[in-house]
């Protein structure tokens, strides 16, 4: 069973940083896999917040661009993502996408909240 795992939530205040990862599991290999980090907050649809191409090539939502980065080590078979600079308006679960041809496949979510 395929299984990503996010971690690096939790309670920042703003302006502060935090960094995501999702780990997958040993039956996938991201190498060959487009990753990406959607968002979800309360009575809002999910989002796309960024993506990395197999081949590295990345992409942001306008929000989050210069403040936020993703990458990944296909070593480690781990995506991150880098949020910096962070705002209230960041509060939101934070969910893993694993997508090739047909295959996708989601995390279970990480919560991020932002708050002074």
């Known amino acids: 069973q395929v299984q990503l795992v996010e971690s690096g939530g939790g309670l920042v205040q703003p302006g502060g940083s935090l960094r995501l990862s999702c780990a997958a599991s040993?039956?996938?290999?991201?190498?060959?896999?487009?990753m990406s980090w959607y968002r979800q907050a309360p009575g809002k649809q999910r989002e796309l917040v960024a993506s990395?191409?197999?081949?590295?090539?990345?992409n942001y939502v306008d929000s989050v661009k210069g403040r936020f980065t993703i990458s990944r080590d296909n070593a480690k078979n781990t995506v991150y993502l880098q949020m910096n600079n962070l705002n209230p308006e960041d509060t939101a679960v934070y969910y893993c996408?694993?997508?090739?041809?047909?295959?996708?496949?989601w995390g279970q979510g990480t919560q991020v909240t932002v708050t002074s």
């Open positions: 996408n694993a997508a090739w041809t047909s295959y996708n496949y």
């Open positions: 040993e039956n996938i290999f991201i190498s060959i896999y487009a």
């Open positions: 990395i191409a197999s081949r590295g090539t990345t």
